[in-house]
T-cell receptor, first 118, second 110 residues
Framework: GAVVSQHPSRVICKSGTSVKIECRSLDFQATTMFWYRQFPKKSLMLMAT?????????EQGVEKDKFLINHASLTLSTLTVTSAHPEDSSFYIC??????????????FGPGTRLTVL | EDQVTQSPEALRLQEGESSSLNCSYT??????LFWYRQDPGKGPEFLFT???AGEEKEKERLKATLTKKESFLHITAPKPEDSATYLC???????????FGAGTTVTVRA
């Protein structure tokens, strides 16, 4: 149980284009999902909290117009990197919390998406 | 501001050589402390959640303990497949956000 998927696993795009990354909870419902960014040999940096049916909450320093987040259902959140530039190249990871598991605050992570912007 | 510090940064072990990883934290109020394992190019895999000082949890060769200031992840008789980066994270508020430490990269040689 508690499986989270991400698609695509890898994406290469040209500078100036937009890229959409999907995060799905496969066997549970998630009212809250989180998006992280991870640089090589560094830890996870929280970018934003995605709430089903409402606007995402962004961490300080994260451009909300550049990283668009949509959480349209209890099992799907999407991150769109708009007008991508080489500095946006990174490993993007999502996580989800099982909203029915009130006894635990555990977040389950997806496998990550490697974005390379040329 | 919440701070999570993991040590050592890297740990090289011989197969069967037990050791411990440290996660020290400075937070205003701890709701939970989490341990994850991350393999290269993969997302973190959940290992344990600890909620209160004195709590211990075990899974195969791993055992996590918690005090009011730090947590330890003990690896008993490690095998090469235990090689990974182990991440510690704390949760302090009811918005479920996690603050991660930098991780300890463990390499176990056969």
């Amino acid at each position: 149980g508690a499986v989270v998927s991400q698609h695509p696993s890898r994406v290469i795009c040209k500078s100036g284009t937009s890229v959409k990354i999907e995060c799905r909870s496969l066997d549970f419902q998630a009212t809250t999902m989180f998006w992280y960014r991870q640089f090589p040999k560094k830890s996870l940096m929280l970018m934003a909290t995605s709430n089903e049916g409402s606007k995402a909450t962004y961490e300080q320093g994260v451009e909300k117009d550049k990283f668009l987040i949509n959480h349209a259902s209890l099992t799907l959140s999407t991150l769109t990197v708009t007008s991508a530039h080489p500095e946006d190249s990174s490993f993007y990871i999502c996580s989800a919390r099982d909203w029915l598991a009130s006894s635990t605050d555990t977040q389950y992570f997806g496998p990550g998406t490697r974005l390379t912007v040329l | 501001e919440d701070q999570v510090t993991q040590s050592p940064e890297a740990l090289r072990l011989q197969e069967g050589e037990s050791s411990s990883l440290n996660c020290s934290y400075t937070v205003s109020g701890l709701r939970g402390l989490f341990w994850y394992r991350q393999d290269p190019g993969k997302g973190p895999e959940f290992l344990f959640t600890l909620y209160s000082a004195g709590e211990e949890k075990e899974k195969e060769r791993l055992k996590a303990t918690l005090t009011k200031k730090e947590s330890f992840l003990h690896i008993t008789a490690p095998k090469p497949e235990d090689s990974a980066t182990y991440l510690c994270a704390v949760q302090t508020s009811n918005d479920y956000k996690l603050s991660f430490g930098a991780g300890t990269t463990v390499t176990v040689r056969a």
